[in-house]
């Protein structure tokens, strides 16, 4: 047997007649539209749900342009927030009708690479905690799978509305995870290229840890104004210039912490440049699979500089979010910022999938009501 089959997986309940369900997915690489497909049934340790509000991310829209590799006859999504329909008999924590936030990322717990301490690591396969999209249908449907659901859901409390709560699934831990992987101390010269939702989050993140200055890179104005709030003290815009020059002019010299965004295969060399020696540079941004990342030696310190280089992917289960839920429970930030569009009932997925592949230019992020309000 495969060590990558799961417990999940392999322990099938019940045969039951297969019943159908629509989703909203990529038909072929950069063609997307409506499928038929059968309801995935749950296995004794997983939940089916019925999602209530969804929220389509750049990361969807990547993937339909065959970002990740070739697929077809996907449902794509991956951020929901909604009501379990169905667990597993060996389900404990969640029972039909529970109100419930998902984690975008939702390990095997029982994987060695999760064990090894990475919530995103599937044994050694690269991002293998993504399961949506990534080994199964995302959760733009009526209904989606669940594993593992006692580690990989979490209860909606009462005292945060589910638009917030949304935003922590994915927006709110990768940018985080920036943060945290730039290991921000107080009074760090933090720089976020780009400021789209995720490197907002980002900012926010950067601001929570007790950065001093934090100069967003970005031009949308909407997100300008959202960088701001959240606690960037400077914008700098790419359309004005070299980032790396503008940086060093702003803050003497460079960055102590560099958080990438958005951006593209440049960004990367940018980033490096624009961060002072002993710095860190954090990605948390897709980079294409047709991109190189290179640099001049220079930029680099001759590998002499001990400037940190990480990336790294949205950390997954239930833990991540309850955490991140009660950094807003408690009024320290406001997630629904945002969000910039609201879709009414999921025949508008298709309007709001495509917001988020053209980018409109007031575009932040885009939320759709499974069912019209
Ligand atoms: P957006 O497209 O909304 O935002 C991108 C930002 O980058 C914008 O502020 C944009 O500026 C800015 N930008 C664009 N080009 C450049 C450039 N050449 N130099 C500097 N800044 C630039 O993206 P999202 O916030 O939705 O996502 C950001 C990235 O994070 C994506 O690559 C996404 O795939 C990735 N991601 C990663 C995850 C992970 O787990 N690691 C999870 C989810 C997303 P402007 O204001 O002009 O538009
Ligand atoms: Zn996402």
Known sequence: MSTRTTFDTRLKKKETPPVMMRGYGMLEVNKTGWLEKTRPVAGPLD????????????????????????????????????????????????????RVVVPCVTPDWLSM?????????????????????????????????????????????????????????DMMSTGFHGAELAEIGYGDTVVVIGIGPVGLMAVAGAQLRGAGRIIGIGTRPNCVKIAREYGATDIVSYKEGDIV?????????????????????????????????MGVVSNINFFDL????????????????????????????????????????HGRLDTTKIISHKFNGFEKMEDAFDLMDKKAPDLIKPIVYMDAQ
């Open 47 to 98: 939940a089916i749900v019925r999602p209530t509000i969804v929220a389509p991310c750049s990361s969807d829209t990547h993937v339909s342009h065959g970002g990740s590799g070739p697929k077809k006859d996907l449902i794509l999504g991956h951020e929901a927030v909604g009501i379990v329909e169905e667990v597993g008999e060996l389900v404990t924590k969640f029972a039909p009708g529970d």
């Open 113 to 169: 690479g999760t064990q090894s301490g990475k919530s995103t690591a599937h044994d050694h396969f690269m991002m293998g905690s993504f399961k949506f999209l990534s080994q199964k249908d995302g959760i733009f449907a009526e209904y989606f799978h669940v594993n593992q659901a006692d580690a990989n859901l979490v209860h909606m409390p009462d005292d945060v509305s589910p638009e917030a709560a949304l935003m922590t699934v």
């Open 245 to 277: 020059e503008q940086i060093k002019d702003l803050t003497g010299g460079g960055a102590d912490k560099v958080i990438i965004a958005g951006g593209d295969a440049e960004t990367f060399r940018q980033a490096v440049d624009m961060t002072k020696e």
């Open 290 to 329: 047709s991109h190189v990342l290179s640099m001049p030696a220079w930029s680099w310190g001759l590998g002499m500089a001990n400037k940190d280089i990480r990336g790294g992917f949205c950390p997954g289960g239930a833990l991540r979010i309850q955490k991140l839920l009660e950094v807003i429970r």
